[in-house]
């Protein structure tokens, strides 16, 4: 009870186990931007024991995911400064709460007795469909995605606004978008 799980593609809070059924509070919501719907669902048991259902489930003690900012990469762009440039940005705004993730991270090496890399953020450079892609993936705090995502945006906006080698690397519109698909 408490938990917030995923279940038959519904995400909510479970507020009861009963014997026969499961009451969950919807969320709805995009990302991890979630709120309460008003509604309660309710599933029989069963549904957990059904193959193809998964049940996802946040690791006790932990409450962070995985972002990531993507850009486009010019043809002519220099990929390796774009790279430099946005994960300095996106760094800076994470050792803001870097201290509260790896938190987090020691609890879950704790509970699970497994060594695990520290979550930090990171850059992938990969081919798309409209060229070459880079992204920065770093870890946010569930309960805090929407305004750290703000902040995220309105760091990278004024960067590229800014920086003329960078506005050059860049074709498009900068997204910022969750790492795992649910």
Do not use: C
């Not at 709120?35 to 998964?54: A, E, I, K």
């Not at 850009?71 to 201290?99: E, W």
């Not at 060229?131 to 946010?140: D, I």
């Amino acid at each position: 009870v408490g938990d917030r799980i995923s279940v038959a593609g519904i995400t909510g809070d479970v507020v009861d186990i009963g014997l026969v059924r499961l009451y969950l509070m919807e969320m709805a919501g995009t990302g991890l931007d979630f709120y309460p719907t008003g509604r309660l669902v309710v599933f029989s048991n069963s549904v957990l024991f059904q193959t193809g259902t998964p049940l996802f489930k946040q690791i006790p003690g932990t409450e962070y995911a995985w972002h990531e900012v993507v850009v486009m990469i010019a043809p002519s762009g220099d990929h390796k400064a774009a790279q430099q440039k946005l994960v300095a940005a996106v760094n800076g705004i994470y050792s803001k709460y870097r201290h509260q993730i790896e938190r987090q991270h020691s609890e879950i090496e704790r509970r699970v007795d497994i060594l695990i890399e520290t979550p930090r953020p990171e850059a992938r450079l990969q081919f798309a469909e409209g060229g070459l892609e880079l992204l920065v993936r770093y870890p946010v705090e569930i309960r805090r995605a929407p305004d750290i995502d703000e902040e995220m945006t309105r760091t990278v906006l004024q960067l590229v606004e800014s920086d003329a080698e960078l506005k050059t690397a860049v074709s498009g519109t900068p997204k910022i978008r969750s790492a795992i698909k649910g």
